[in-house]
């Protein structure tokens, strides 16, 4: 059953996932060929002392990526549940209606992860050619957190989607920004390594938000 | 489930009023910040306060007023230049002859502020070649990292270890009873500078020691540290006058200084100074420092003996209390913040 | 017999304006049921209080003996729903959502869906998105058919579609429904759809339930009594006449009573009338007699 769902969300989300992928995939690119390009013209050592003494990222362009890819993906799989109020039909399936929300919140999430994971593995690999572990290890963990917010922001989304009224939507939204807000200060390369295993198991624990809106859904509220 | 995602919500827009609500406060009652710019003048034997309100105007603690004319030759070190084109450089300052170009080699500005302290690392440094055999520094082309167990070199176009390099730095520093990896080093790769004396570094078990490259061979120095001082943080100096190699901070929050060639400790006659909370600015010349140390709390300057470093004068700005200052206070001790003016961290914490 | 459907006491109201108050009904096995009633009189509310969309401030329905917000999945696969305007998964092909909707249902008949797709005029890998709304009727039909659920809830099943569409929504509807003794629970803004469908009626009221009785009983004995009376004639209806009116000397009333009955009433009541007649009605003009005309 829960394969059905995930059927049912891939209908809905491949080609948002497809045009993530190619987003990703392209800035990235664009971005790793930049960094070598640099490194051709103006030699390995100025760049190395770049990042090293100015702390300059060189990839942090992407860093508002995520976040706009994690509110389009839960747009295209949650505004389609509401049209008409299809979601209806959803949880009139003969299955748990937990586990069928779990299941669709579930199935954006692991495709961001596995988006974003293949993203950041690919800076990795591509960086660490040309930059030394630290220097490269510096970079990921750095860029951790805007992927971390592309998540929260989808899970996020999700909740302000599936909420039946437009007044709660709104207040919803204000608490959405401020909390993806808080995932860029621009303070410091690996700034946030001591917050990031709180900022982790928050996200995980705000997919139960999606919740709230579902069983206000259930309970047939209205502006 | 419910349950627990309304409690979650409760509790996630609780937090959020405390962290927007002060800071919209902050934002609306935000005034400018009048600190006025304090400096020990040798000549009068006290400290000079410039300060902005319908123009410049100059004090000193005893509140005779200043022209800035007059202010120039009472600060004949930090004025020099506007006195030399003036012609009005002194011969001599407190008795003691004075040149143009002695005031300018012996003056220094020099700043240590806790965000550079309390900030992630990368964990790779550059170490400068010190005697370069070119008139200007130049920036090595490799970088070096501690491991348990050495120092280790990488080139930066092949981005491949430079085993060599490294095991001839490695041997250098344990046989001067180096102990990796190294705890914390201060140093300053920068061409822009006069010289280089490479890196102040602590080792696994906080023993100082002195590390440059000189001709591409290792310069390793172990320093002796006073008895009873365990050195907390290191800063390595490089003034033009070559005086001094470095400052050092020890847990008893002392502030020492540390001579170049004969590497000893001179303790510097300021009462407290701890890098992790106090931004320090310090404004030497041949005669005092003005050393600025500053906290959330209050600022306190104070004039040091540019020879043995004694202290010759104190002076902490008082600050008003009033009504909205308290309110502020307030408002600033229960606010959750992310950030901090003393750390380059975010993360979640109440109050400054 | 055994109620299917059983709704106690509902009460409900959006913000202070009260839909309705302490409204029961039930719905017994092997009967296709109609809701009727106005605009704004509260078919929507019964139909989403029952799937379960909407919790009613007070009261509760049950459905196989059990309230469908906590409902066993089990239980719920032997309820269909046809949400208002014939809504599916619009974003899925004809074959997707068989084989999505096919993987919750064990009893899942596919060729009773494939039949009902034969017949239109659709590509298999056509979006439903860009069907006409009487295609999608047919899909929603179709799905539901496969399901072969016990009970059937539609919501307005009418909306939207041509004369052609409704009559063949309403033929495979009433031949399913009475096939297999499966119980159904339907509103519909087309009051002429539901004679042609429905054993029992509700008649609803703003506020409360006019009459819930088997349609048959209606048609057979309600009508229309018609006659002239002297302009401005103030006539006394008792509890047995619904809905008196009279537009200049033309009178008319609506009543259960015999015509025998009616006669008697008028004569003891001494009305001055004329040209007294009484017709049997269909559906739509006895719901208009009922409820009347505003």
Request: glycine share 4%.
């Amino acid at each position: 059953m829960i394969k059905a769902i995930f059927y049912k969300e891939w209908i809905k989300t491949k080609w948002i996932f497809i045009l993530s992928a190619l987003a990703l995939f392209g800035f990235a690119s664009y971005l790793i060929f930049n960094v070598y390009r640099m490194i051709e013209l103006k030699g390995a050592v100025h760049i190395w002392e770049v990042m090293i003494q100015r702390d300059v990222l060189f990839i942090d362009m992407i860093r508002f990526v995520p976040p706009v890819i994690g509110i389009l993906f839960a747009i295209t799989q949650f505004v389609p549940e509401m049209q008409r109020k299809c979601l209806k039909l959803t949880l009139h399936l003969p299955c748990d209606a937990q586990k069928i929300i779990l299941s669709m919140v579930g199935y954006g999430a692991v495709m961001l992860l596995l988006l974003f994971s293949a993203t950041l593995a690919c800076f990795y690999v591509n960086l660490r050619i040309i930059l030394v572990e630290q220097i490269a290890n510096h970079i990921i963990l750095s860029a951790v957190v805007w992927f971390l917010s592309g998540i929260l922001a989808y899970l996020l989304t999700a909740w302000c989607v599936l909420e039946p009224t437009w007044k709660r939507r709104i207040l919803n939204a204000v608490v959405s920004i401020l909390l993806v807000k808080i995932f860029f200060y621009n303070v410091a390369g690996e700034a946030y390594n001591s917050f990031l295993p709180i900022l982790l198991l928050y996200t995980a624990m705000a997919s139960s938000f999606v919740f709230l809106s579902v069983s206000r859904f259930k309970e047939g509220k209205q502006d | 489930m419910k349950k627990f995602s309304s409690v979650l919500l409760i509790i996630t827009v609780a937090f959020l009023c405390l962290w927007q609500l002060p800071w919209l406060y902050s934002f609306a009652t935000a005034k400018k910040d009048k600190s006025p710019f304090v400096l020990y003048s040798p000549v009068i034997d006290d400290f000079t306060l410039s300060l902005y309100t319908d123009g410049m105007q100059h004090t000193d603690l005893s509140g005779n007023v200043y022209t800035q004319s007059e202010l120039d030759s009472i600060h004949p070190f930090f004025y020099a230049r506007q006195l030399l084109k003036d012609e009005r450089f002194p011969d001599s300052v407190k008795g003691i002859p004075v040149t143009y170009k002695d005031s300018q080699n012996e003056s220094f500005y020099y700043r240590i502020n806790p965000k550079d302290i309390n900030a992630p690392q990368i964990g790779v440094y550059q170490l400068m070649e010190s005697m370069s055999s070119r008139v200007k520094l130049e920036s090595p082309d490799d970088v070096f990292r501690f491991t348990k167990k050495s120092i280790e070199f990488i080139d930066a176009e092949t981005n491949t270890l430079n085993s060599d390099k490294s095991a001839r730095f490695t041997e250098m520093l344990s046989k001067s009873g180096f102990v990796f990896p190294a705890n914390s080093l201060s140093g300053n790769p920068s061409v822009k500078k006069d010289y280089d004396e490479g890196y102040l570094v602590l080792d696994a078990e906080n023993n100082l020691f002195h590390l440059k490259q000189t001709v591409g061979r290792p310069y390793v120095r172990k320093i002796d540290i006073p008895e009873g001082v365990k050195i907390k943080n290191i800063f390595i100096t490089e003034f033009r006058n070559r005086k001094s190699l470095g400052f050092a901070s020890d847990t008893e929050n002392n502030f020492y200084v540390i001579e170049n060639k004969t590497y000893d400790f001179h303790k510097i006659g300021i009462p407290e100074f701890i890098p992790e909370k106090n931004a320090m600015m310090i404004y030497g010349n041949m005669v005092d420092w003005t050393i600025k140390v500053s906290s959330v709390e209050k600022v306190v300057y104070y004039a040091v003996d540019a020879n043995d470093y004694s202290l010759i004068k104190t002076y902490e700005e008082a600050e008003e209390e009033t009504f909205s200052g308290k309110v502020s206070k307030f408002v600033t001790a229960t606010s959750l913040r992310f950030t901090h003016p003393l750390d380059k961290y975010v993360y979640p914490r109440f109050g400054l | 017999m055994e109620n299917i459907i059983e709704c106690r006491n509902l009460t409900h109201y959006y913000n202070k304006r009260k839909i309705y108050e302490n409204l029961s009904f039930s719905v017994p096995k092997g009967r296709i049921l109609g809701l009727l009633g106005k605009n704004g009189t509260g078919k929507t509310t019964s139909i989403n209080i029952l799937s379960g969309y909407l919790k009613p401030k007070e009261g509760e329905c049950l459905i196989f003996g059990e309230n469908i917000v906590d409902m066993r999945p089990e239980l719920r696969a032997k309820i269909g729903l046809l949400i208002e305007g014939h809504v599916q998964y619009d974003f899925m092909n004809i074959e997707q959502i068989e084989k999505f909707y096919s993987r919750f249902y064990p009893n899942w008949k596919r060729e009773a869906y494939y039949e009902l797709m034969s017949r239109l005029k659709v590509a298999p890998k056509q979006k439903i998105s860009r069907m006409s709304c009487g295609q999608r009727s047919q899909v929603a039909l179709g799905l539901i058919l496969a399901q072969d659920p016990e009970l059937l809830i539609l919501d307005d099943f009418s909306l939207g579609l041509d004369p052609g569409y409704r009559r063949l929504f309403v033929d495979y509807l009433k031949e399913y429904a009475n096939s297999e003794d499966k119980t159904v629970f339907l509103t519909s803004h087309i009051i002429q759809d539901m004679e042609r469908l429905i054993d029992d009626c509700i008649i609803m009221d703003y506020g409360k339930i006019l009459t819930q009785l088997p349609v048959q009983h209606l048609l057979d004995n309600f009508r229309k009594v018609s006659c002239s009376l002297p302009e401005r004639y103030k006539f006394e209806a008792n509890s047995d006449f619904y809905n008196p009116a009279q537009i200049g000397n033309n009178f008319e009333v609506y009543t259960f009573l015999p015509e025998n009955d009616i006669r008697s009433y008028f004569h003891n009541q001494q009305i001055p009338n004329d040209n007294f007649r009484t017709e049997i009605l269909n559906l739509e003009d006895a719901f208009i007699g009922l409820t009347g005309k505003y």
